[in-house]
């Protein structure tokens, strides 16, 4: 039976992974192709967790326990199972971390960014969501990095391959285009 190949897109907040899934998605529109964005499945209930340095609260989103682990899995099996996907991105800063969703991914790109280039983007990013400059830096600072280091960092030793999130070069991007082109050209072959 046909199945998706199956992408993981891992690296911290702000490293490009929505921006790699998009362009990988328009780029190859000719195929049926699916993103699932774990950002979607964060649990209604989350930990609260106290910053280290300014002992404010925060509602926990950067950590593992926050994330419907098995909601992820479930719809992952369902489209992997529909032999109508060709491609399926899996898009997360956490998604390295849990091994049930690593042994569902074909192939694991992790995108390696500069810690001060995410939270540009991250303030650029949040702000369009109402969010002031002061609070993002704060909650970068007080939270985030730490976090980062902590739970996503080390995942990207799981990544088949290490993208520059920093580069604006299309050198990287059309090797990967390429490739994932063979690689889709090869499956079609086999059924």
């Not at 650029?124 to 980062?148: C, T």
Request: include cysteine; hydrophobic fraction near 35%; proline fraction near 3%.
């Amino acid at each position: 039976m046909k199945k998706p190949l199956v992408i993981g897109i891992s690296g911290g907040s702000g490293s490009g992974k929505t921006t790699w899934s998009q362009y990988l998605l328009e780029h190859f529109s000719h195929y049926k192709v699916r993103i699932i964005h774990s950002d979607r499945y964060f649990k209604k209930l989350r930990p609260v967790t106290r910053a280290p340095f300014s002992n404010k609260d925060y509602d926990d989103f950067n950590q593992p326990e926050s994330v419907d682990v098995e909601r992820l899995i479930s719809d992952m099996d369902t489209t992997i199972s529909d032999h109508e996907c060709d491609l399926l991105i899996v898009e997360g800063f956490l998604i390295f971390h849990f091994e049930v969703v690593r042994e569902r991914l074909t192939y694991k790109f992790y995108i390696d960014c500069e810690s001060d280039e995410r939270l540009v983007r991250r303030i650029a990013r949040d702000s369009k969501d109402g969010h002031n400059m002061n609070e993002i830096v704060a909650e970068y600072l007080d939270l985030v990095r730490h976090s980062h280091d902590k739970y996503v960092e080390p995942t990207k030793w799981y990544a088949d391959l290490i993208i520059n999130g920093t580069s604006s070069e299309n050198k990287g991007r059309q090797m990967i285009v390429d490739w994932i082109q063979q690689e889709l050209t090869f499956r079609e072959s086999r059924f």
